[in-house]
C-alpha cells in the first residue's frame, strides 16, 4: 500500500529557485526519510527525521514533519540544474518489522 | 562508504525463462530488501529479508521468489519470466539498532526486459 504521497508530481522551475515538495502520509510514524533518484539510477538517502522533531537541516535541504496533520515538506534552496531527479518520501510502517513504504515521488527540473 | 551492488544494469530475457538478479552489499547489514518500480506506482515491495536464510513477503511477491545463503548476498529469482515483470529492479539494505530503522542504501538498479 502507498503511505506517502507526493505533491506536486511534478515542479519545472529555475536555477536559483527554491523548491518545496510535499508529502503526506495516513498512518502513525516513527520517522520519515527523504531519498532522491536520478534518472534510470538508484535510490540515494537525504534526510531522516523522527516523530518527535519537528525541523531538520542538512546543506541546502530543509525537512519539516508535522504529525499532527501527517505531513512532511522537503525544501531544496537555491536550487541548481543538478538537483534534476525525482524526489521520494518513505515512512515506516510499525508491524513489527519495520518496513519502508515509499511515495510515487515528485518529478523536479531545473533549468538552467 | 556502503556500496550495495547489483549483476546487471540490463538484462533480456525471453517468456518462461528463469532469471535471476543477485545483490550484494558489503557493510554486513542484516536486512535486504528487493523493489519493483514502475511508472506511476512508486517503489513496491517484492520480497525481504532480516537474517540469513530468513525471508518474508512483501506487497508483491507472486511470480518471485528470493534465496539468502549468505549474509552479504539476497538474489531475486523469477521461476519463470512473463512481460509483466519488464520493469526496473531495485536492491537495497538497512541496518536498524532495536526498533529504530536508519536509512536504506540502494543498489544502482537492473532494467528488465522480458519479450
Known amino acids: 500500500s502507498q503511505q506517502g504521497e507526493e505533491d506536486p508530481q511534478a515542479l519545472s522551475i529555475q536555477e536559483g529557485e527554491n523548491a518545496t515538495m510535499n508529502c503526506s502520509y495516513k498512518?502513525?510514524?516513527?520517522?520519515l526519510q527523504w531519498y532522491r533518484q536520478n534518472s534510470g539510477r538508484g535510490l540515494v538517502h537525504l534526510i531522516l527525521?523522527?516523530?518527535?522533531?519537528r525541523e531538520k537541516h542538512s546543506g541546502r535541504l530543509r525537512v519539516t514533519l508535522d504529525t499532527s496533520k501527517k505531513s512532511s515538506s522537503l525544501l531544496i534552496t537555491a536550487s541548481r540544474a543538478a538537483d534534476t531527479a525525482s524526489y521520494f518520501c518513505?515512512?515506516?510502517?510499525?508491524?513489527?518489522?519495520?518496513?519502508?513504504?515509499f511515495g510515487t515521488g515528485t518529478r523536479l527540473l531545473v533549468s538552467p | 562508504d556502503v556500496k550495495v551492488t547489483q549483476s546487471s544494469r540490463y538484462l533480456v530475457k525471453r517468456t518462461g525463462e528463469k532469471v535471476f538478479l543477485e545483490c550484494v552489499q558489503d557493510?554486513?547489514?542484516?536486512?535486504m530488501f528487493w523493489y519493483r518500480q514502475d511508472p506511476g506506482l512508486g517503489l513496491r515491495l517484492i520480497y525481504f529479508?532480516?537474517?540469513?536464510?530468513?525471508?518474508e513477503k512483501g506487497d508483491i511477491p507472486e511470480g518471485y521468489s528470493v534465496s539468502r545463503e549468505k549474509k552479504e548476498r539476497f538474489s531475486l529469482i523469477l521461476e519463470s519470466a512473463s512481460t509483466n515483470q519488464t520493469s526496473m529492479y531495485l536492491c537495497?539494505?538497512?541496518?536498524?539498532?532495536?526498533?529504530?530503522?536508519?536509512?536504506?542504501?540502494f543498489g544502482p538498479g537492473t532494467r528488465l526486459t522480458v519479450l
Open positions: 537495497a539494505s538497512r541496518f536498524d539498532r532495536g526498533l529504530l530503522v536508519h536509512e536504506q542504501f
Open positions: 498512518t502513525s510514524i516513527n520517522n
Open positions: 527525521i523522527r516523530s518527535n522533531e
Open positions: 518513505a515512512t515506516d510502517q510499525n508491524t513489527g518489522f519495520q518496513k519502508l513504504v
Open positions: 557493510m554486513d547489514h542484516e536486512n
Open positions: 529479508s532480516y537474517d540469513v536464510k530468513m525471508k
